[in-house]
Each structure stands twice: as structure tokens, then as C-alpha cells.
């Protein structure tokens, strides 16, 4: 991870001062096929800012995203990507002013992956704010944005005469995954069987379309975060893995998209996760270091609460997933709880300055 | 597949002519770490045609062989790739010609992919003839080989302290696999069960490495063929997948570099594998459609021969490996057979002029 990646560059400012905040209401959209709403790549602004057009350019098709990734490369730009499932929050854009700061250009990509949610998951009502994302994305100064339809990235399905498929009803069932085995079924993987599959062979499909210099992922999803790297590894996938520190709320939480779901009562409740972690760095720097007695107290922390109910608390190496006994090192330490019927997950990683 | 991809450009006689093949003994090995017995990319040679020395640079890197590749690429050159497990013959030569004449720069690897052998199959037997393989394929006009370790393409099993590495004796057990689920367990991968998976992470791994434009494949592994075939499509890989047709020893048996394994008796029995695909197109010339009837025929042509025994024969789609029930379009009839221990193959395309 480069030093410094996560670091603002120091004109961006500036560049905010240039780019006034245009609201939703003032881009008026084209009729069109896509499933978002919005025609490809063609975007007819009322904004009297028409000089700015030319900063997000958005693509729904492969070939059209892998066109332009492609020039700016036979450019010699240096290509930074951000891959999102949208409802983007102040931790994706993070991410964005990170690839911002130490590449050219850079891409992002909005699209809810169906193969990564289970059955009984959340994948009809994942937030989905397309047109807010984008503008976000373009107020930060993104310029390629990938925004293809399930049809677009998983025509197999298609191809077996899907007739229901939709936005947000379908999984896909593809022919060819990409699974990064030890891994897959540790800490989130336990609990979420097939999720992690789901998203290396989105995240491969998505480094082939686009063909980055360089990807952001945020450390919130740690058990991602060493799995993706494990498998940009063992594929020898040319793209270097950035990851950034977790974003919070103003009172601690971990910054999540599912956080929407929270009603007033469970957003207190899910401060418990923070606390749970919190317990173990203060367990820490009094001098404990027996990785059982730590992951008891976290535990303890979380079982305090009414209407959470606690999927994991551990400690483990945070490039294997494997717990440790005793905290040394650089140490991962995990949580995910559901508060009410939202799954939600929080870390911290010891002895590597960050969390 | 481009049409006339396999035709052998019309300049190779005369390129031939400049390229006088320099025998194995006049060239100079240095002292070197490598498995192979060479130093990367640095040979010198006794031979007079210095001039000859940059047609053939070979790394055993993954970093120099991307950094060469790379570099091809920047200069806008079009980037042809063969794969090969070494022991070259002239089938292999066929899908270098094809590659050259379609290709601006040609590519090409030589390993012997560890995780495709079953753990009772012949991986410390498997053919290794480096040394003349790389001659082959700098008289063809070949630029670039890669020609890694085991230890370099999976430096998981040393992660993992097997002390007893060493080329042709160890399969390595990755963590990352790319997997072609549904096709996967079909033809040869109902009785070699996960070798298709070992192919197609090594296909996998070399496209990241390589990253070539086009990579080009027999049609004499036709399920390989399909495997990879849909592997690219469903991961998006940005690689074209040229076939070219099966090369035949002048008797008509298949070249195959498993063929060295067979004794002289042996090597006459072989000739039923061939003889049983035209005894299929025979019956299929005299109006039999019947896809059962038809491979019943082939099964019985093979059933005739003592010390050959039958794997499978199969007809099938050849995109899906599915069996059909009647021939019509374009079908793939597929046969494998044991003749004594050593397990060949052989096929036909019918329906599209080839096989």
C-alpha cells in the first residue's frame, strides 16, 4: 500500500471551488433502455455548468468501458479504479479521493452484483441511488464510470432463458468462478456461503473490463480486502491492491451502506460494535495479549445488548483469515453482529497504526 | 477464430532460408539457477549467426516477461501467445505459424503446468526437451519465451514449506482457482477429475502475465478448447482464442507429445482412435444421423483392438460438451483411449469442415 494513497491531493480544494454542486433535479435525463434510467454516456445537462460534461463520462456496455480504459492507457495514464455497489457514502469517496490523489484517471464502477448475495439476503433492497452516486462520483472528479445491467455482466443467464430476469430479483448462476478457497469460508465467509466467490469473480471480471493500474478497497471489509489480494496474487492480476482506513460516523460507526436500513433505536444499538472493538484495544494497551481473552471481552461487550446478536467476534492474521492466540504483529480484530435484522461488520487492526 | 489464422504467411520460406538451424551442441550454456539448465534471457552462443541472437529473448520471471510484453504493447505492437507444456511438435509449431501470421510479435511459454496432473498421471514422466524446444521456436520466428519454475508460478507451495519441491515431482495445491464449473467434469474431466481447473488457473495466470492480444489453441484438446472459450467470455479476459485445426502424423494419428511414450506396437494400435472418428464420418457421409448409432460405431471400431481401451466416445455440442442426440449443425465427436498406459486423444468436428 502506497504511503500517503489515502492522502487528499492538495489542489482538490480548488477543484471542488470548480465544480458547484448540481442537483438531481437540474440533469435531466433521456428516455432510454438502460436500467437505470439513463442513456449511455449521454447526458443532457440543464446546468448552465456545460463546460463540465466532459467529466464523467458513463458506459454501460463492456466495450464501450474497455475502449476508453484503453486509451487512457495507450496515453500512459496511470488508471485508478474504484468498484462500488453504489448508495455511495463518505468511505467510497474516500476511496475515490485516494485514487484521485496517486493516478491520472480514474474509473469507477456502480453495479449491485447478485452472485455475492445468498438467498435469503438483501439483494432486492440494497439501496440504490444511481443518479446521486454519479454526481457524487463527478463532484469528486471521477471521469470514467461503469454502470452496466446484470444482462451486461452475466449474459448466462440470458442464456438459459432467465424470462424473470430483472434488476434486484435474479441471481445469476455463472459457469466460471474464480474462488480463493482457504479463505472464502473464514470470518464473513462462515456466514455468508458462496459471498466471497460471488465477489472475486465480479472483481476479475470487473480488473479484465477495465484493466486498472491500480484498485481502492476500503479496510471496512477486511475479510475482502485479503482475499482479493490473495487472488490478485495467485492469478498474477496485474493491478495493485490499495486499501483504505474505515470511515466513520461522527459517534464511531463504521460508515455502511446497510446503515440505511437502521431505525433510530437500532443506529444507537449498532454503536456496540465500535465499543466491542474499543474494549479490546484498551484490553491491549493495559498489556494483554492472550488472543482468547480478548476476543471474550469483545464478545461480552456485544452480547450486552438487547436486539444484537453477535455472527463472529475474532482475532486473526489478517493476510490468512487464521486465528492467532496471542496478539503480535499485525493482528485483525473482526466483528459482525446483526442489530434487528441488519447484518453489519466493524475491525480493527492492531499494531499497524490504523482502524 | 479469424479465417485463414492457420495459414502459414507466404514470406516463411525466405525467412527460413536466413535462419540456418544451429544445432543443439553449438550452443553455449552458462552456469545458471535455473531448472532449465539456462540463464534468463542471456545465452551465448558459438554458433556464427550472432546476428540471430535478438530473435529469441527467454525469461523465467514473471516481472521480465510482463515488462517485455508491456513494452511490445506500448509500441502498439499486436501480441500473439502459445501456450505450451514443451515437447514441441509440429502441431504446436502449426499454432505458432498461425500466430505469426496474424501477430505482430509472437509470445510463447514453455511449463509444464503441475496442477493439471492427477496425482497417478504422468507429470514426472511428461516429455522435457527445452533446450530443442527453444530452437524450434526461434527458427519459427518466436520473440519472446517464458519458461518460468514451478517455484515462480506457485510460490504458495513454498509458502508453505514443502521442502521437497522440485520440478516434475510435486503438484502444488494453489489457493486461487478459476474454475468452468459445468464443463469442467465432462469428456476428459470425468476421468481426469480436476484437471480442467488446473488448466484453466495456469490459462488464467499466463494471460495476466503475458497479456496478449490473441492466444491461440488446438482444436486436438477440443474440451480444453471449450473451457478456455468460455472461461474468456465469462471473465471478460481481454484475449482472443484462435483454433487451429489438429495436425496429423502422415498415417493420421494426431500429433501428441504423449505419443513418444508408445513402443512400435503400441504406435500401430494407435491409428484406431483416428480410425474410429472416420468410421463416424463414414456412416454420417452415407446419411446416418443417429447420434447414439453413430458413436456405437466408433466405440465398436475401438472395441476391435486388443491393448486399446476405450475412455470415451462421445458426441457432443461443441460449445457445451453436452451430448446430442442427433447430428446436425456442427457436433463434436470426441474419443480418448488407454493404448497400454499411455492415454491419447483424438476428435472431429463435423458440420464445420474441419477436424
Not at 454501460?60 to 495514464?77: F, N, Q, V
Not at 446484470?150 to 448462476?173: I, K, N
Amino acid at each position: 500500500m502506497p504511503s500517503g494513497g489515502c492522502r487528499r491531493r492538495e489542489a482538490r480544494g480548488i477543484l471542488r471551488l470548480c465544480r458547484p454542486i448540481v442537483p438531481t433535479n437540474r440533469v435531466e435525463l433521456r428516455s432510454t433502455d438502460s436500467p437505470f434510467g439513463f442513456a449511455q454516456g449521454k447526458l443532457r445537462r440543464l446546468s448552465p455548468h456545460s463546460r463540465l460534461e466532459h467529466l464523467l463520462k458513463t458506459f454501460t456496455t463492456i466495450d464501450e468501458m474497455r475502449s476508453a480504459s484503453r486509451a487512457a492507457r495507450r496515453a500512459g495514464k496511470r488508471l485508478g479504479f474504484v468498484p462500488t455497489m453504489g448508495a455511495l457514502h463518505e468511505g467510497h469517496l474516500s476511496l475515490v479521493r485516494a485514487a484521485k490523489a496517486s493516478c491520472e484517471l480514474v474509473a469507477s464502477s456502480i453495479f449491485v452484483n447478485p452472485t455475492q448475495f445468498g438467498p435469503n439476503e438483501d439483494l432486492a433492497k440494497y439501496p440504490r441511488s444511481f443518479e446521486r452516486d454519479r454526481e457524487l462520483l463527478e463532484r469528486e472528479g471521477v471521469e470514467l464510470l461503469f454502470a452496466p445491467s446484470v444482462e451486461e455482466m452475466y449474459p448466462t443467464a440470458a442464456d438459459r432463458a432467465c424470462p424473470e430476469l430483472a434488476e434486484g430479483s435474479v441471481r445469476p448462476t455463472p459457469v466460471t468462478w474464480v474462488t480463493v478457497e482457504e479463505l472464502s469460508g473464514k470470518l464473513d465467509g462462515r456466514s455468508r456461503p458462496d459471498h466471497f466467490r460471488g465477489v472475486t469473480t465480479v472483481v476479475a471480471k470487473l480488473f479484465h473490463i477495465v484493466e486498472p493500474d491500480a484498485a481502492f478497497f476500503g479496510q471496512k471489509d477486511a475479510a475482502q480486502v485479503a482475499i482479493i489480494r490473495r487472488m490478485v496474487r495467485d492469478l498474477n492480476l496485474p493491478v495493485e491492491i490499495v486499501v483504505c482506513p474505515i470511515v466513520r460516523e461522527a459517534d464511531g460507526l463504521a460508515m455502511s451502506s446497510r446503515n440505511a436500513y437502521l431505525d433510530s433505536e437500532q443506529r444507537k444499538q449498532a454503536l456496540v460494535l465500535r465499543r466491542s472493538l474499543m474494549r479490546v484495544q484498551e484490553l491491549v494497551d493495559a498489556g494483554e495479549r492472550d488472543a482468547g481473552r480478548l476476543a471474550a471481552a469483545g464478545r461480552e461487550a456485544i452480547a450486552g445488548k438487547r436486539s444484537v446478536r453477535l455472527d463472529y467476534f475474532e482475532i486473526v492474521n489478517p493476510d490468512t483469515l487464521d486465528p492467532v492466540e496471542v496478539v503480535g504483529g499485525t493482528v485483525l480484530v473482526a466483528v459482525a453482529a446483526f442489530v434487528g435484522t441488519t447484518r453489519l461488520i466493524d475491525n480493527l487492526l492492531l499494531g499497524r497504526g490504523s482502524g
